[in-house]
T-cell receptor, first 110, second 113 residues
Framework: KQEVTQIPAALSVPEGENLVLNCSFTDSAIYNLQWFRQDPGKGLTSLLLIQSSQREQTSGRLNASLDKSSGRSTLYIAASQPGDSATYLCAPTPGNQFYFGTGTSLTVIP | NAGVTQTPKFRILKIGQSMTLQCTQDMNHNYMYWYRQDPGMGLKLIYYSVGAGITDKGEVPNGYNVSRSTTEDFPLRLELAAPSQTSVYFC????????????FGQGTRLTVV
């Protein structure tokens, strides 16, 4: 069974800082890994999807990396903004389903 | 496209009552999922479907039932509601989970009293 851990559980940073969120998973036999954003009381929105054959994926100020063999992924957020405040979840996908970590709650202070 | 639509958004049930959470998607996705999210916990998979007429259990299926008669709809049935089923329920869909993103509904917040 895939176990997903996200560190830190919560993070508070001043606006403009660059930051890194970490995700580790126990089963490296995955097709891809997604990073999602969840705003309070809302559903999840996919931010980035990295295929198992890729090392990095970028979208705007977001950059996600994947090291499948070591079971690790990171989400790098550049020049953070208050609008980035949300919970970020990673989800490795071994096949038919998605496994989720408990997320990192990010607060960006103006 | 509306994406994934869940109804209702909120519901309070009494212990022992039954209800159906509705989920529909307009993206012609074959894969659909039901997750529950409890405070401080990750999302746990209840049931999923890889196409019309095909469903399978996830990690926490007890107390729930599903059906998939069409590509668009994937309702989740709660029989004999229990306080342990108090949670936020999310429906999701994907065309091919091995290489495409998943889309989530806005969630149904259920309280069993």
């Amino acid at each position: 069974k895939q176990e997903v851990t996200q560190i830190p559980a919560a993070l508070s940073v001043p606006e403009g800082e660059n930051l890194v969120l970490n995700c580790s998973f126990t089963d490296s036999a995955i097709y891809n890994l997604q990073w999602f954003r969840q705003d309070p009381g809302k559903g999840l929105t996919s931010l980035l999807l990295i295929q198992s054959s890729q090392r990095e994926q970028t979208s705007g100020r977001l950059n996600a990396s994947l090291d499948k063999s070591s079971g690790r992924s990171t989400l790098y957020i550049a020049a953070s903004q208050p609008g980035d405040s949300a919970t970020y979840l990673c989800a490795p996908t071994p096949g038919n389903q998605f496994y989720f970590g408990t997320g990192t709650s990010l607060t960006v202070i103006p | 496209n509306a994406g994934v639509t869940q109804t209702p958004k909120f519901r309070i049930l009494k212990i022992g009552q039954s209800m159906t959470l509705q989920c529909t998607q307009d993206m012609n996705h074959n894969y659909m999922y039901w997750y529950r999210q409890d405070p401080g916990m990750g999302l746990k998979l209840i049931y999923y479907s890889v196409g019309a007429g095909i469903t399978d259990k996830g990690e926490v299926p007890n107390g729930y039932n599903v059906s998939r008669s069409t590509t668009e709809d994937f309702p989740l049935r709660l029989e004999l509601a229990a306080p342990s089923q108090t949670s936020v329920y999310f429906c999701a869909s994907s065309s091919r989970p091995e290489n495409t993103e998943a889309f989530f509904g806005q969630g149904t917040r259920l309280t069993v009293v």
